[in-house]
């Protein structure tokens, strides 16, 4: 019979560090989003957030640094796999 | 009507009443308050959607179980299998020396 044995400490530890991190940008990014406009503008909690143009520009930024990190590492895999006349 | 095409179309109405809201299109006077709250809305649901996978992702990482005792019999199998076709002439490649161990499909307890 089979015996479950809980994930290793590294594997939960990033898999509960990736939630975490998930959790607390959604809850970041809703309220910069949907909460703020309906907020005063001379409440306090406006001086923890950028200007509204920001929350398009920077996961904007984000996607395109992703995609260049992602383009690289293609890139230096292809380039290390690559034999002389013939790529299998 | 095909899947792609429902898809499209409902992607399409989506789409222009986000236009019609964060352009002012048919000059609906909306309140500034809803007219800020549109025009991100697009990404917005790509980043929560960006969230909503890479947590799901995480928890499934941390919650997936190894199964000891599976692991163990499959290795002595693999070693009988071995010896078996050893006595028999087959030449066997190098094993690697740290077989990594085998996971359960089972998730949660």
Redesign the interface.
Known sequence: ????????GA??A??????G???S??TY??IW??VL??VDSDHVIHSYFLP?EY??IL??VAALILLLFVGTFIGVVTWKNRKPKKVD | MTKLLEWLLGASLIGMAWGLVTFDLLDLQLP???R??A??MP??L???FG??S??T??????????????AKELQAQIKEAKEDLKKKGLKMPPSPVNRPLPV?R?RR?
């Open positions: 019979s089979e015996i479950d044995v809980e994930a290793t594997d939960q990033v898999g509960f560090g990736l939630v991190f998930s959790l940008l959604f990014y809703t989003v949907i406009p309906f509204r929350s398009v996961p904007g | 500034p308050q809803y800020e709250l025009w991100p990404v917005y790509l980043v929560v969230c909503y890479l947590a992702v995480g928890y499934r990482v941390a919650t997936f179980n190894d199964c000891e005792d599976a359960c089972t307890k």
